[in-house]
């Protein structure tokens, strides 16, 4: 075995167990009725603001997303629940699924337009040094969309910007890329507001089963 597929077989074997710990947070948060209880009550708080400004809680709500698809720090995990009581999972789905793909867009822009000086100052020197070379410097679409699917969405855009990708190529495999992360998050926030522990569980066998395949690919 070369070293670039130990390398490659690492990076997913430090990503299951870090999805099964993940949805078993998930199931445990679900199970506890007190910690279950405060999230909805949250809901039930964000919800009638929401409603009544859907125009603007809808501009929030997608510029949210698309702010956690440029800080490394900021998750839109916490958006899914309310997105899923107001607008439901499909129209929760569709909206994050745009935030998202709307902060590609800005995270290859500021690579591509800025350059690296810029890029530094959103990404740690670390950050930079682990990522660089994991963006193929060919622009193929297949190889760009594989790309996507295995590194974390807020660190790809930048050096696909920086390396010069063409727009069409980035860009279609951005919305391509985040659509199985936007059903999946959707359907797992859906699962805990519901206390689903099967659905869970279910979900992490699937995102094992997908890991395993893109590791096949990267190999």
């Not at 009725?33 to 501009?59: C, N, Y």
């Not at 800005?106 to 740690?124: A, D, K, N, Q």
């Not at 919305?175 to 936007?182: Q, S």
């Not at 659905?199 to 699937?206: G, H, K, S, T």
Request: with cysteine; proline share 5%; glycine share 10%.
């Amino acid at each position: 075995m070369s070293s670039g597929t130990t390398t490659d077989f690492s990076r997913v074997s430090r990503r299951l167990p870090l999805l099964i710990i993940g949805v078993a947070i998930a199931a445990l948060l679900a199970y506890s009725e007190e910690i279950h209880q405060q999230v909805v009550r949250t809901i039930d708080l964000a919800e009638p603001v929401i409603r009544s400004l859907p125009i603007l809680g809808t501009v929030i709500f997608v510029l949210l997303a698309a702010l956690s698809a440029i800080l490394v720090f900021f998750s839109g995990l916490l958006l899914v629940p309310i997105g899923i009581e107001v607008w439901g999972p499909t129209g929760c789905f569709l909206l994050l699924w745009g935030g998202w793909f709307l902060g590609g867009v800005m995270t290859y822009s500021i690579g591509r337009h800025f350059g690296r000086p810029v890029v530094l100052r959103m990404l740690s020197a670390e950050k930079m040094a682990r990522y660089e070379n994991r963006i193929p410097p060919a622009s193929s679409f297949v190889a760009a969309t594989l790309t996507q699917l295995a590194l974390p969405s807020d660190i790809s855009g930048y050096f696909f910007g920086l390396l010069g990708y063409r727009a069409r190529v980035y860009l279609g495999s951005l919305a391509l890329a985040e659509l199985p992360y936007a059903f999946g998050t959707v359907f797992l926030g859906n699962a805990f507001v519901e206390r689903q522990y099967v659905l869970l569980i279910a979900a992490a066998m699937l995102g094992i089963l997908v890991l395993a395949v893109l590791w096949a690919r990267s190999r």
